[in-house]
């Protein structure tokens, strides 16, 4: 069982579009993160939310958290070929967990130019 | 400032032959510490994690250990591998709390 569902698992687009991915739990988040990894290494932190019905943006990206804290969305504007990538969310101390960390199975992303 | 090494980056081991991959983290102390697996473009998979020396929690059975002797290092083991212990295995750390995790460079495992 998969506790964080992330979709689409692939996507594959032309630079300028806009594109939205998702992520949900059947259980509450304690806050959510965004990870983007490029291959062969290791994923780095995009944004961390916390409170629901949040939003953050970060440039072209912007990030909303569910009001009851169950799903969360990234929407990329005007992607361009550099924002290709695994794009993973993370939910910390999942299920109330003390430490633990728990990632979704990433959607891919590419963007052709 | 803080930093992660772990190593080897890559490693090519015989069915059957014993592994050990080692995490150290500088500049931070009792930081949570991470092991995952990576299968090819996917997700990770959480393998063990530990929030002090000595403390393991083991999130899927397998052929895999791990220990942490000292506060900055984590050690994943296997005793005898598995074909399918093949992948790409991530180490990170982060401090208590809803923080980043920082994750080192990997670790490329072909089991033959």
């Known amino acids: 069982t998969q506790l964080l569902e992330q979709s689409p698992q692939f996507l594959s687009i032309q630079e300028g579009e806009n594109l939205t991915v998702y992520c949900n739990s059947s259980?509450?988040?304690?806050?959510l993160q965004w990870y983007r990894q490029e291959p062969g290494e290791g994923p780095v932190l995009l944004v961390t939310?916390?409170?629901?019905?949040e939003v953050k943006k970060l440039k072209r990206l912007t990030f909303q958290f569910g009001d009851a804290r169950k799903d969360s969305s990234l929407h990329i504007t005007a992607a361009q070929p550099g924002d290709t990538g695994l794009y993973l969310c993370a939910s910390p101390n999942y299920g109330g967990s003390q430490g633990n960390l728990i990632f979704g199975k990433g959607t891919k992303l590419s963007v052709k130019p | 400032s803080q930093t992660i090494h772990q190593w080897p980056a890559t490693l090519v081991q015989p069915v059957g032959s014993p592994l050990s991959l080692e995490c150290t983290v500088e500049g931070t102390s009792n930081p949570n510490l991470y092991w995952y697996r990576q299968a090819a473009g996917r997700g990770l998979q959480l393998l063990f994690y530990s929030v002090g020396i000595g403390q393991i929690s083991s999130e899927v059975p397998q052929n895999l250990s791990a220990s942490r002797p000292q506060d900055r290092q984590f050690i994943l083991s296997s005793k005898k591998l598995l074909l399918s212990d093949s992948g790409f295995y991530l180490c990170?750390?982060?401090?208590?709390?809803?923080?980043?995790?920082?994750f080192g460079q990997g670790t490329r495992l072909t089991v033959v």
């Open positions: 990170a750390w982060r401090g208590k709390g809803n923080t980043e995790a920082f």
């Open positions: 939310v916390v409170t629901g019905g």
């Open positions: 259980s509450v988040f304690s806050s």
